[in-house]
């Protein structure tokens, strides 16, 4: 089964503290939906039209338990937290395999 990649890229970041609101309470979301961080506050080099910008790339076994968690209880909480503290491009994709 294919195996589901949430990714998110800050475009900007305007309220810090409700990035730090966001981040106390999606840390816990997110590995209670099953969800491994990856990537996140690394170095970036961007191609083409990408900006070098905060990236945060995060796996759950299947396509389906990356929606799920977004959808939880607890994550749309923290996104009520981080509400218009950003400004950032968020999807969830299918892996390959």
Known sequence: MPKGYWVSAYRTISDPEK???YNKLAGPAVK???GRILARDGRVVA?????????????FDSFEKAVA???SAAYQ???VALSDGVERDFRIVEGTD
Request: proline share 0%; hydrophobic share 50%; no cysteine.
């Open 47 to 59: 191609h083409d039209a990408g900006i070098v910008e905060r990236t945060v790339l995060i796996e």
């Open 19 to 21: 990035l730090a609101a």
């Open 32 to 34: 209670a939906g099953g």
């Open 69 to 71: 968690a977004h959808e």
């Open 77 to 79: 909480e923290a996104l």
